[in-house]
């Protein structure tokens, strides 16, 4: 039974769709190895968690906001979906006293299109962390450096705000016989003190390494929920959305 708040919560992710279709689902995104289990499990337990997150590649059309629709998911019952679409927004984010919310930039870059931000208005989100919100985004950039460079080098977002934002997923393109293949190919983690380091290898073939978000009885636990999705039936992002709240009401 899909209730109102998972509809709600739905329709946000919906609202980032650029390409038409539906928006594809973590369990879509296992299937072909966009990403992997337990990638997939440590995101449930960060994300579930409070961390903000990014998802980068340089090339248009390799699947950021697809990515980052399906993490969205992940977000605890009780935050919010709003877009950061512009200045009155966020500054409403930063001065309210109200409940957590998830901000979405659908983009960091220029120009005039709904909920992208640069210059001033990015750097504004990214002090939304500070006042108790979760950021999700994307941007075009294939490494950690080449994302550090347009925040904080272009965008002239300090450091210590840079921090806030827990996780930063990169994607890359390769080829299977004539298809493409999208995936997560490494994922950098910070815990809001320390530099972001990466937890999950470049190759995209390992596990993921030691987490300050994440414990290894929280890892189990999620990796547990994402094996009873994959074999669950749940597919669309609404179905996926209320098996993961309901899960989590029932621990």
Known sequence: MIDDDVRRHCREIDACNQRGGRMLSIVDLIAPGTIGPELAAYSLAAIGRGASFLVGALPGGAGKTTVMGALLNFV????????ADGTAAI???LGAREPRCCYICHEIGGGPYYAYLWGAELRAYFELPAAGHMLATNLHADTYDQAREQICGDNGVPEEALRRMSLMYFLAIGRRGVAARRR???VWES???EPHRPVFGADGAGGVGPSALVSAAELAEARRAIDGLRTGGERTIEDVR???VAARAGR
């Open 242 to 244: 209320a098996a993961i």
């Open 191 to 193: 815990d809001g003190r």
């Open 91 to 93: 500054q409403h984010g």
């Open 184 to 186: 997560i190919v490494a």
């Open 76 to 83: 605890p019952a009780d935050v919010e979906l709003r877009p």
